[in-house]
């Protein structure tokens, strides 16, 4: 009976002090947390005509997967992004301002360059796909000129500090333009500069 005792209370001890081990690898493994950014939206056609740079918005979650100095950190934003025409096309006049609502939803592969508890400097690299939920040009033009899927690759630079997360980045987004252009401008890609912050609601 001694020996059955004392191996429960051994079990109970080693349980105990996996769970606490389980629950700080879980903690320092898994990051989750809201997160805003500034977007800087600039739009190159396959003909070389151009727009303007102009501010927007993105606000989502971000999910963050460590293991030692690397990690995943997937994306889900809700996206709004303007732009201006600077010269009159395809029933669009000069100086229209583009607006648009999406979904964006990045895939980030980083690395901590700097990795001490309370600060990280991070790397980061990964695809990108925004699917276009709205915009104004339909009411305009009364038709669909670009397709609501775009895709194309994200990479920048941020640091975290205690529970907050800063990102910079450059995305690259290619969008296919539909027949209804009437034109012989095939594809369109989006410039996309950002500047984010997140807060860390598990550390």
């Known amino acids: 009976m001694r020996t059955i005792i004392k191996n429960r209370k051994k079990f109970l001890v080693l349980f105990l002090f996996l769970f606490s081990l389980s629950g700080n690898i879980s903690a320092q493994l898994f990051t989750l947390g809201p997160k805003v950014s500034v977007n800087f939206t600039n739009v190159n056609f396959s003909k070389g005509e151009?727009?303007?740079?102009?501010?927007?918005?993105?606000?989502?979650?971000f999910f963050r997967f460590s293991i030692s100095r690397f990690y995943i950190q997937p994306e889900v934003?809700?996206?709004?992004?303007?732009?201006?025409?600077?010269?009159?096309w395809n029933e669009i006049e000069a100086n229209f301002k583009y607006k648009t609502h999406s979904i964006g939803v990045p895939v980030l592969l980083g690395c901590h360059a700097v990795n001490n508890k309370n600060f990280k400097f991070r790397i980061f690299a990964g695809p990108e796909v925004c699917?276009?939920?709205?915009?104004?040009?339909?009411?305009?033009?009364?038709?669909?000129?670009?397709?609501?899927?775009?895709?194309?690759?994200?990479?920048?630079?941020?640091?975290?500090?205690?529970?907050?997360?800063?990102?910079?980045?450059?995305?690259?987004?290619?969008?296919?333009?539909?027949?209804?252009l009437h034109s012989s401008i095939k594809f369109s890609n989006n410039n996309i500069i950002k500047v984010g912050v997140g807060f860390k609601i598990i550390k």
Do not use: H, M
């Open 50 to 61: 151009k727009t303007a740079l102009l501010p927007g918005v993105d606000a989502g979650l």
């Open 77 to 88: 934003n809700y996206v709004f992004k303007t732009t201006k025409f600077k010269d009159a």
């Open 131 to 180: 699917i276009r939920l709205g915009d104004n040009i339909k009411e305009l033009a009364n038709k669909e000129l670009w397709s609501s899927f775009k895709y194309g690759l994200q990479a920048g630079l941020g640091i975290d500090v205690w529970r907050f997360t800063i990102d910079a980045s450059y995305s690259f987004l290619v969008c296919k333009n539909l027949d209804g």
